[in-house]
């Protein structure tokens, strides 16, 4: 079945560093992947819709400029969490259309990153 | 404003009963519900999905059943396993996901967490 590949699946960094975290379609190509972000025991919030070889769209509330998205191919969306901060401290999910699960609706999430800003 | 709600955050089941997780909604454009269920440090899977033209979807121990009038979805696992437990998510969206980038349209409940005793 299809896979999305999520990296690192954990990470712990020091505050005002950057860190990037790489999401790939394995078995087929993702014109569009979705970032998400969840907190610990509430849903999941969509912060950004990223399109191959265009800008990445932002939901409301969600800084452009510290968060950035790179889709530079079909395979291949990134998102780089700039100058993190403790309140940072998250758990990261990218979700590609495309592969098996969206022929019936659904859409095919990575394993996730557990952020740790210290 | 919460579109999308699971007001219970947790369910216990004997193993070998039914399990049922409830969802409601507000808004009437959404026109297509799927669940997702998810483990610890993992993304979500895609379970079931179900269009507001049927009332009713069953995939092996799997139902899913909508009420549209009432704006209400169940999913009804039987006989639950083990193996069952984790945190169900229902999701919602006014398109097709896959159509029209509709996966930015996909908003998410709160989430139940099923736990499954021996």
């Known amino acids: 079945g299809a896979v999305v590949s999520q990296h690192p699946s954990w990470v712990i960094c020091k505050s005002g560093t950057s860190v990037k975290i790489e999401c790939r379609s394995l078995?087929?190509?993702?014109?569009?992947m979705f970032w998400y972000r969840q907190f610990p025991k509430q849903s999941l919030m969509l912060m950004a819709t990223s399109n191959e070889g265009s800008k990445a769209t932002y939901e409301q509330g969600v800084e452009k400029d510290k968060f950035l998205i790179n889709h530079a191919s079909l395979t291949l969306s990134t998102l780089t969490v700039t100058s993190a901060h403790p309140e940072d401290s998250s758990f990261y999910i990218c979700s590609a259309s495309g592969g098996a699960a969206s022929l019936i609706g659904g859409y095919t999430f990575g394993s996730g990153t557990r952020l740790t800003v210290v | 404003d919460q579109q999308v709600k699971q007001n219970s955050p947790s369910l216990s089941v004997q193993e070998g009963r039914i399990s049922i997780l409830n969802c409601d909604y507000t808004n009437s454009m959404f026109d297509y519900f799927l669940w997702y269920k998810k483990y610890p440090a993992e993304g979500p899977t895609f379970l079931i999905s179900i269009s507001s033209i049927k009332d009713k979807n069953e995939d092996g121990r799997f139902t899913v059943f909508l009420n549209k009038s009432a704006k209400h979805l169940s999913l009804h696992i039987v006989p639950s396993q083990p193996g069952d437990s984790a945190v169900y998510f229902c999701a919602a969206s006014p398109y097709l996901p896959g159509r029209n980038n509709a996966g930015n349209m996909l908003t998410f409940g709160g989430g139940t967490r099923l736990m499954v005793k021996p």
């Open positions: 078995d087929f190509q993702a014109t569009t």
